[in-house]
Structure formats: structure tokens, C-alpha cells
């Protein structure tokens, strides 16, 4: 029932790729990430020392072209075979490959939340999810080259559904073609060559640091142009989360909240679903689009996948963002569950319910209520019709 979040984050929970309460993968798997990093940490210290002594351990400690081009030079004066070397440098880059593939499959979209800044960039990135599968195929092999955020690309290759056999296979074949690239110019180019990896291995940190540096950048330089152009407008801005209050209050248009209560009417006995979009930063609904709730359920509500994909495409395209989410309750009343505001990751959005309890599909009164939900908390709001 999500697609993205806007705005920076307001509390850790924001920055969880998972949604709801955290299960024991979630938690290992986070765990494992936090590990990874610790080791890759405690690697730097060791490379002076291994370096020249044990470069195929090191290789195979790391994956890092340094390594591999230091031990392919030590190959060349017989101290090691080739066939050795290249094989601790394929398995050296993968062996924690799977993890990242992993996270992507657990937590999908999510995994957006750690690499993407801002609405549109998320909504970018999010369009990963519908590229072609030989491109994303074609990425994982690729990913080992420097500047390339193998992290992400390993993560959107689990969200698509690779499957894992296919996807250690493509990886497998990205390191092996890198490691015989960077071995084979270490082997035969000697010092030259070593020195070449040793400079890509140095500066290529600092490339993908300056890469995501210009991204946010550049990010934050359209949001305060688009912020510009909607106070020279007369737009007035969304209150800040930390603002939110008794005071908030939702501004609609009558029709658009009659076209939800018939839809309400119209699906019960099951839950009603769907969002009103409006531009970014207006706090104003403009459109309504009906979802497909894919669980089709009295009790519970998923918007149809296929559906939710091409909402988000659309968002984008028209850089408008969800304004209002909206669903029904058929039994109790208009009040968010605990389901509900475990799974609300909308912060700019109001959450619109509709309670057919008393009338059913039928023509008795329904009850309309509307809430803002951030970090767990409910607070009702206000609703101001307007023609």
C-alpha cells in the first residue's frame, strides 16, 4: 500500500528499508550489512603487510584490484600459478555478493531508501523494479568496474526476482572477466601494469564519492528551485512533520470524497483502496485513482502490484506526489488499525477512511474520517470541503 517517501527522514524508523515491525531477518540481515562493514574496515590496516608477503590471501580476503595485479606480477616471476591468482580474486569479489542480492529480495523497494535522496530520485530508482531483464542481467555483470554501485545493483537484481543460482553465475562471470583483465595486464606488463590497478584502486573511491556528492547536490538544488517557484506562486507549503498537529486539517473537494464513499459501497464486503494525487508541495488533491485491492479481503487491503507500478510511473512523469490514501473498513469503524499504521509510509499524505459498517452497499450513512500518521502516532484532523 506504499509507494515512496518525501522529505528528509524524521526518526531511525525512516531510515528502516523494511516496513511494519522488524522480523528476525530483517534484523540479521542488518546485522550482516553492519558486519560487512566492519570487516571491510578491519581489512585496511592488514593490506601493507599482505600485500607483498601473502598477496593471494589478500586477494582473497578482499577482492581488491590492488591485490590481484601485486599478486599476478609475484605470478609472473613464478612465485605463484596464474590459474591461482584469478581464482582468489573471483571468489575474493563475490563471496558476500549473495548478501546484498539478498537484501533487495527481503526488502524491495525499500532498499531505496538507503541509496536515493529525495521524491523523484527515489522515483527513479524505483523505476529499476521495471527495467528489462537482460539489462539488469547485463549490470550485475558489470558491476565490479569501479565508480559502479555494485551494493544497488546486487540489491535490484534480488528485487526483480533474479533468481540466486542465476544471479551467482552472472556475478561469478563479471569478477572472473575483471580479474583476468586486471591479472592478465599484471602478468604481462608487470610493475607498469601493477601501478595502473594501484591508481583506478586509489582514485575510485573518491570518484563514487564525488558522484553521489553531485547527486544530492544536485537534488537539493531542484527542490529549493521548485520550493521557490511554489511560494512565487502563492502555494503554500505542507507543515513540517514536527508541525502536524490538532490543527491539520485536509482541504477537498466534496465529489472526489463521494467517488470514494461509492467506491467503499461498491467493493463491499471487501476493503476499498486508492490514492488522490496532486502536485508536489501543494498539500492538494486533485486526482482520485482507484486501486485494485489485490488481497481481496474485508479485513485487510494491498494495492495490485501491476497497478502500483504504474501509479509511481505516472507520479513521476507528472511530478506529482500522493496527496490523500484512502481505504475502507467494512466492519468497525473508521479508525486506522494497527496493520494500517504499521504499513503508513506516506509522512506528507492524509490517511482518509471510510467506514461501511452500518450501511453496507447499501444507501444508509457511512462515516468519514481523516488522520495523519508519522512515526506510529495518529492525530485526527479536520476535513474543509471545497467545491
Known sequence: MTTTDSGPPT??????????????????????IIALIGYGFAMMPLKPFLIASHPVLLEFMTGGYASIGAAAAFARIGEFPLWQVIFAGVVGM????????????????????????GERAKRLAGRAHDLNPWLVRSAVVLAMLPGI???????????TGM?????????????????????????QLGQWAVDIVLTVDKYALWVSLAVIIGISIITGVKQSRRQAKSQDAGVVPEPAPDDLG??????????????????????????????????EGSDDPVRLVRMTNAARSPTFFEFDSTEHKQLANELFEQDHEIVVVYHSHTATEAYPSRTDIS???????????????????????????SYRILDGVVTEEEIAFRE
Do not use: M
Open 163 to 187: 533468481r540466486l543460482l542465476t544471479f551467482l553465475l552472472l556475478d561469478a562471470l563479471g569478477a572472473l572477466l575483471i580479474t583476468s583483465l586486471v591479472a592478465g595486464l599484471g602478468f
Open 94 to 117: 563475490i563471496k558476500f555478493d549473495w548478501l546484498f542480492w539478498w537484501t533487495g529480495r527481503q526488502w524491495g523497494r525499500g532498499i531505496i531508501k538507503l541509496f536515493a535522496n
Open 343 to 369: 504499513l503508513a509510509a506516506e509522512p506528507q499524505a492524509h490517511y482518509l477512511l471510510v467506514s461501511t459498517a452500518e450501511s453496507g452497499n447499501g444507501d444508509g450513512p457511512v462515516e468519514v474520517r
Open 246 to 279: 490538532s490543527t491539520s486539517v485536509l482541504t477537498i473537494r466534496r465529489d472526489l470524497v463521494d467517488d470514494i464513499i461509492a467506491h467503499a459501497k461498491q467493493d463491499h464486503p471487501d476493503e476499498a483502496c486508492g490514492v488522490i494525487t496532486g502536485p
Open 11 to 32: 526518526s531511525w524508523r525512516d531510515l528502516a528499508p523494511w516496513q511494519g515491525k522488524a522480523t528476525r531477518l530483517d534484523k540479521a540481515l542488518l546485522i550482516a
Open 149 to 159: 554501485p555494485s551494493a544497488l545493483v546486487f540489491a535490484i537484481a534480488g528485487w
